[in-house]
């Protein structure tokens, strides 16, 4: 840079970088392609109930951006586990709130809300008949989840009306329990 250029800081609001968000919107609208995206975890006995999943990256455009990171799963001792991690319908559960929460930040920041706080609390039952295979009528998972969001910052009422019903319509993790996806299982016996 010369003497005479000031860098621009980017735009940020809740921590959200709306240059970037706005160009990355921009290159999947003219550019498809760019927008599709491609998610692989690993998961691996570890013993008893317990096991670890494997992340080395995620495919955007066609490139893979390497970012590993693992994660243990359990379950409760009156479950059979250890207690040492959470289990798969805690994570699960984590996964919906957490991605929801980033949909509620973005929709915040692009219309310029500053958030204060922001807090999903999600429930359901899972009746352990269906699981244990005990009664072939009861459902082995949720049939429901209940979610609370509690949110405040500078938005109205009606803001934050509009940003709940976007990010029920655009949240990758709502759609996927929301809807049947179709699981294609293959086994391999070795």
């Known amino acids: 840079m010369d003497g005479n250029t000031t860098a621009i800081a980017p735009k940020v609001v809740n921590g959200i970088n ?7 919107i921009g290159r999947v609208r003219s ?3 760019t927008g599709k995206t491609k998610w692989r975890v690993a998961t691996t006995w570890q013993g008893q109930t317990r096991s670890r ?9 066609g490139e ?3 970012r ?6 359990d379950e409760p001792l009156e479950l059979g586990g250890s207690n040492r991690f959470a289990n798969p319908q805690e994570h699960l559960i984590a996964a919906l709130n957490a991605c929801m929460t980033v949909g509620y930040v973005a929709q915040c920041a692009v219309r310029g809300i500053t958030l204060e706080s922001l807090a999903i609390e999600t429930e359901g039952e899972i009746d ?5 295979g005990i009664d072939p009528a009861v459902p082995p998972g949720y049939e429901n989840l209940r979610y609370t969001v ?8 009606a803001q934050f009306y509009e940003i709940h019903e976007a990010v029920a319509a655009t949240s990758p ?9 179709a699981l294609k299982p293959t086994l391999v016996v070795e």
């Open 64 to 66: 893979l951006v390497r």
């Open 68 to 73: 590993p990171f693992s994660i243990d799963i």
């Open 128 to 132: 352990l008949r269906g699981f244990l």
């Open 18 to 24: 709306l240059d970037d968000l706005f160009e990355l």
């Open 53 to 61: 999943a494997e992340v080395e990256g995620f495919g955007i455009g």
């Open 31 to 33: 550019e498809p392609a």
């Open 150 to 157: 509690r949110i405040k910052g500078n938005g109205t009422p």
């Open 173 to 181: 993790n709502f759609y996927n329990l929301s809807r049947q996806v």
